[in-house]
């Protein structure tokens, strides 16, 4: 299977814990996203990623999330202690060259996501 | 900043009707994408379209990108129960994928 794939699809956590989600983009991309949707919503932009380096993190909250991508291994999104307004899907996208503007030939691939719960 | 405004919310429909989304900004884009996701699953590109007045087809779906390229529009024909979903536009902003709030599409047979 050569998707973006994303873990673990489901992930339940309590107030104050930690969550920790991962990313592997397709086979020879070096440019890895990250989004969150809240139920009824679109896609919200987080931070883009090349390996070792975070490009963009605008879309970030300041406080609790990190994200990194490292030369060997998947990306992660890191929550610190988190809270119930949390709870969402975060999706993890990739694409293969350093221009993300979309246009015949460049696309950006999703993942299927990971659903994170917080009780 | 340049945001992607779509309408209507929420549409539903009978097998069988047209409808139409709308995708508007008041910037100017240099290339606009749709996305369907469907429940529990990531948003998966249908088409893209990069220059002023351009018209693609896929299959019962027709996608339209504005003169000024500020707007765009998916306009189904003869919708089925297989077309329901949350239909998305997206456009560049400074390196990354900016998105729209999504059209919910059902469709009952």
């Known amino acids: 299977n050569a998707g973006v794939m994303q873990n673990p699809r489901h992930l339940v956590r309590r107030r104050g814990q930690e969550a920790r989600l991962r990313c592997s983009p397709m086979k020879g991309h070096s440019h890895v996203y990250w989004y969150r949707q809240l139920p009824e919503e679109g896609l919200k932009f987080m931070v883009y990623l090349q390996k070792e380096n975070i490009i963009d993190e605008s879309g970030m909250p300041k406080e609790r999330f990190s994200a990194e991508f490292p030369k060997e291994g998947p990306s992660i999104l890191r929550i610190q202690q988190v809270v119930r307004g949390d709870s969402a899907a975060y999706f993890c996208?990739?694409?293969?060259?350093?221009?993300?503007?979309?246009?015949?030939?460049?696309?950006?691939?999703f993942g299927e996501g990971s659903w994170l719960t917080v009780v | 900043t340049q945001l992607l405004e779509q309408s209507p919310q929420f549409l539903s429909i009978q097998e069988g009707e047209n409808l139409t989304v709308y995708c508007n900004s008041s910037s100017v884009f240099s290339s606009l994408q749709w996305y369907r996701q469907e429940p529990g699953e990531g948003p998966v590109l249908l088409v893209t379209v990069v220059t002023g007045g351009e018209v693609k087809k896929l299959k019962r779906l027709t996608f339209q990108f504005g003169d000024a390229r500020k707007d765009s529009s998916l306009h189904i024909t003869a919708a089925q129960p297989g077309d329901t979903g949350l239909y998305l536009c997206a456009g560049p902003q400074g390196g990354k994928l900016i998105f729209g709030q999504g059209t919910e599409l059902s469709v009952k047979p």
């Open positions: 996208a990739s694409s293969p060259i350093s221009d993300s503007r979309p246009r015949a030939g460049n696309t950006i691939y």
